[in-house]
């Protein structure tokens, strides 16, 4: 009996524990270290937070239909976070090109071991979530119908709730970083769609010790890396990177500067930064070698 109590009390609290976490960390990640979700991120946070109530409820009503009530959300965001990490780390959903302004879906904001991307962490909570029910669905006694068995303690579920939100705001004081941006509406420049062949851009000048085709790659990965957030032609978009065309920032930076930022991207808390929104590094496509690097710079130089 004890050991059943066990395995019902290790779901529950799990799960619990694992919905505040991944909500306070995906707060963290927008709110404090800057970085942009995109569509697929709001998708698996949409599915997410309302777990983190949820499940809190759950316990504390001692409803037994719990895992009933979170699995379908559990197992959709699990569809989602895998096939958002297949998109970033295979190729075979499709080329990581943008689809427009915003930030791209294949963009990679962590990638700790070259393996652990935002997806994965998605996509770990949601099955730690799933796995947390089933084992409720599996052990609970009450669900099993047997009347008068065993009532769920409630104490771990606000103490539960309070560690998370205070891990939170402790790490977010300590990074003195909390930046409440309001989502920027983002207009869709339909007719700057990033088809950047050179021949279709008559604004570029081409840079004379730039041979022709590595300023034509570089304009195409400019357009596949950096142009949902700079824009297509480097105009910029606001909210989601600075304009490189005619910029003194870029005719200010020496070649292996810009490679250096370019590279390591800019943290929102970095001393240099300028606008308070972060910059992944290699514009989230950990893949760039460096002669696309600098195949880019020279595209971007022949912007100015
Ligand atoms: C997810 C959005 C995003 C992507 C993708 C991105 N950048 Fe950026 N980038 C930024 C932001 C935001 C800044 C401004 C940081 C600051 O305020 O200092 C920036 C700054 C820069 C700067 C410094 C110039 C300046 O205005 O301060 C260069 C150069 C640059 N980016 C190049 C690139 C290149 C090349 C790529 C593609 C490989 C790229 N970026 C992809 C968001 C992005």
Redesign the pocket.
Known sequence: MNSTRFWTKLGLYGALITAWIATMGSLYFSEVT???PCTLCWYQRILMYPLAGLITLGILRRDHHLPHLVLPFSLLGQGFSVYHFLLQKTPYFGSPS?CGIG??CS?V?IDWFGIVTIPLLAMVGFMAITTGMLLVIATDTRAAGNVGSYQWPRWPAPLIVLVAIGLYLTGAARAGNIQVSLPEVVIPFVSELPILGLSSDPTATPDPTATPTSLENGAS??SQ??????GANGI?AEG?????AN?P??TN?TESE?FA??RD??A?D?P?????????P????PD?TDEQ?VD??LY?QSLQ
């Open positions: 800057g970085f942009t943008s930030v791209t963009t904001w990965l400019y890396a950096c142009a949902s957030c700079h910029g989601l990177g600075t304009a490189l910029s920032q870029i930076l810009m930022i370019i991207g800019r929102a970095a240099n930064n300028r606008t308070g929104i972060a910059m992944p290699s514009g989230g496509q760039l690097i880019i710079i971007i």
